[in-house]
Nanobody, 120 residues
Framework: QVQLVESGGGLVQPGGSLRLSCAAS????????MGWYRQAPGKERELVAI??????NYADSVKGRFTISRDNAKNAVYLQMNSLKPEDTAVYYC???????????????WGQGNQVTVSS
C-alpha cells in the first residue's frame, strides 16, 4: 500500500547538474527519515544524503555539491546535484522510513532506482 516513485536522472557532462525527485504514496501516517543512496557497478550501495527531523547529513564525497531537500506536504524528497563528476555515475535510490495504519512500527521503502551517468 506504500510505494516510492522516483524521477529525474539521465546523462550529463562533467560539471553539470541534475535533480532527482522521489514521492511516497499510499496509506501513510508519518514519514521519518528520507534519504538518497547510490550504487555504482561492482560496488556496494552507499548513503549519499539523508534528512530527518530537520537535520541533514551527506557523504563526504558529495558535501558542497549535492543538496537534499524535503517537502512534507507532498511526502517528497529531492536531491539537487551540482558540479557532477564521472565518479558520481551510479544508480540512485531514494529511501524512506514510513509509518502506516496497515502495520505497526516503521518500515523502510526503496524507490525503483534511476541511472545517473556523468560522461563527456
Amino acid at each position: 500500500q506504500v510505494q516510492l516513485v522516483e524521477s529525474g536522472g539521465g546523462l550529463v557532462q562533467p560539471g553539470g547538474s541534475l535533480r532527482l525527485s522521489c514521492a511516497a504514496s499510499g496509506s501513510i501516517l508519518r514519514i521519518n527519515a528520507m534519504g538518497w543512496y547510490r550504487q555504482a557497478p561492482g560496488k556496494e550501495r552507499e548513503l549519499v544524503a539523508i534528512t530527518s527531523s530537520g537535520s541533514t547529513n551527506y557523504a563526504d564525497s558529495v558535501k558542497g555539491r549535492f543538496t537534499i531537500s524535503r517537502d512534507n506536504a507532498k511526502n517528497a524528497v529531492y536531491l539537487q546535484m551540482n558540479s557532477l563528476k564521472p565518479e558520481d555515475t551510479a544508480v540512485y535510490y531514494c529511501n524512506a522510513d514510513i509509518r502506516s495504519p496497515y502495520y505497526s512500527g516503521v518500515r523502510g521503502y526503496w524507490g525503483q532506482g534511476n541511472q545517473v551517468t556523468v560522461s563527456s
